[in-house]
């Protein structure tokens, strides 16, 4: 088990041609992070294509168990050591639908949580999931949790009471919910005693301009730092079991 976790969450504009464009983009930034020191990347909701849910009317839109496009992606993390945690739309192998995060490991391996709390047409379109995934990486057990999630206390306190000491959030906060951002990932922190980490879709959307403010926050609820603008930025962050076992006591 480490005493530090460096984490890079990518506060991502994504790009316009589907999974195969975007996760060579993913690629790229994964490599970035790699620069930084990172262990654990971080993406946010639906990294691979946008908020566009009128995209997931094409099969094309949906990753599969296996799929060939995440083939770079596999060997990026191989080659680095580095857990990337990546928001797609998965149909499970028995053709479930849901909104996820995929965490794709250094051994080739992968692991999804699935949005709990699904909101507008996400419901028509995904099955919720039942609550927090656990993943663990150098010994850290980190939770993932996607957007609406996060405003949901019981979503975190079932992480924390299942032992998380980072509570990752891949999500699309817009224009004029920077302050819901900040309750949200503070609040989740500073009640459960854990890191908060944000990875939020940069650019825009059909639901409007992202606030940016993709970022980490301590377990006394205060910001440890946040990307600077709303476009594409990789924002870094060393996290340390001492200051977890401070607030813990």
């Known amino acids: 088990m480490s005493d530090t976790l460096p984490v890079s969450v990518i506060q991502y504009r994504p790009l316009d041609g589907g999974i195969r464009a975007n996760a060579d983009e993913h690629v790229r930034l994964i490599e970035d992070a790699d620069d930084h020191g990172a262990r654990l990347v971080l993406f946010p909701e639906l990294s691979l294509t946008g908020y566009r849910l009128d995209l997931l009317e094409s099969p094309d839109s949906w990753l599969v168990p296996g799929d060939e496009r995440l083939g770079d992606i596999r060997e990026i993390c191989r080659r680095t050591g580095i857990t990337a945690v990546l928001g797609a739309a998965l149909r499970e192998a028995d053709g479930t639908p849901r909104l996820a995060s995929v965490a794709v490991h250094p051994d080739g391996s992968t692991e999804a949580a699935f949005k709990t709390h699904l909101h507008g047409p996400e419901r028509e379109l995904f099955t919720a999931g039942e609550g927090p995934t656990l993943i663990r990486v150098d010994g850290w057990h980190v939770a993932l ?35 819901r951002l900040a309750l949200h990932l503070g609040a989740r922190a500073m009640d459960n005693r854990m890191f908060t980490a944000l990875a939020n879709l940069g650019g825009s959307s059909p639901l409007g301009e992202s606030c940016g403010l993709s970022g980490f926050w301590g377990p006394d609820g205060f910001p440890l730092k946040q990307a600077a603008g709303t476009g594409t930025e990789v924002v870094s962050s060393v996290l340390q079991r001492s200051r977890l076992e401070k607030f813990r006591q």
Do not use: I, N, R, W
């Open 145 to 179: 949790a996607l957007c609406l999630d996060t405003s949901v206390p019981g979503h975190a306190g079932d992480a924390a009471a299942a032992g998380a000491d980072l509570y990752c959030v891949s999500a699309l906060y817009t224009k004029d919910e920077d302050h």
